[in-house]
């Protein structure tokens, strides 16, 4: 089990803010989790340690959400998620710490860019239609993000976020989406070695916290003005990426 507190200091806010996301307060920073994370460890062993957590969160939200989301959503995006779980299994011995660390930066800064962009734009364009090219796509991007660092979230969005679903079933979609992903993303981590006795014993640790951050999330729904909220957050998030931006890509050029 890893001892270090540094860790800890990293890894106690992570897990409240990837369950207040879960609980419905936040929207998708849930992102910010394995960044914040691989500021101390390695993201390989941070995305480890945090599934078997995610997994824990999803039981609660699945069983909360059952039923409720969009089927067609689901039938177009899961398959093409499993393909970019399978791309990000097969590519895991080829993506160095340092290429790792850019990824994640890249997707963090741009999670970041997108919310400031629609913050600017305020448009409010009317509803999309479902698309199986571009479900197929950003399911994809998807899976792949999501095996690398959890990340899910952005691409996600991308797809869902036009559809201007209701917001039950919005939530209801990405609890199920995310909550097949994680499942999904046990048998190659397992195979990859990724879930050895010292991320599941440091996993064991934390993953009390789950349940606290997402009764913390519903608590937080309705007292708290969302939007200070995530401007804190999102400032944080975009440190952290351009920290790890950094990181990767100095990582890559030595």
Known sequence: MIADPWFYAAAVPA??????????????????AVPLMALVVSPVQAAAIMLPILCAM???NVWTYRGRWDRRSMALLIPAA??????G??????????AIRLIIGA?????TLNWVVKQIRRADPPPAAHSAGKGALWGGVAGFTSFVAHAGGPPLNVYLLPLRLDKTVYQAT???????????????????GQLDTSNLSTAAVLVPLAPLGIWLGVWLHDR?????FYKAVYLFLALTGAKLLWDGATGLVA
């Open 89 to 98: 299994t097969a590519s895991f011995h080829l993506l160095s710490a340092a």
């Open 58 to 60: 999803d039981i609660v």
């Open 82 to 87: 499993l393909v970019g779980i399978a791309v």
């Open 224 to 228: 708290v003005r969302e939007d200070l």
């Open 15 to 32: 897990v409240m803010i990837a369950g207040i996301s879960k609980g419905g307060f936040g929207g998708g920073l849930g992102v910010v």
């Open 174 to 192: 990405t609890v199920g989406f995310f909550t097949a992903v994680n499942y999904v993303k046990l048998v190659p981590y397992a195979w990859l």
């Open 107 to 111: 997707v963090a800064l741009g999670f």
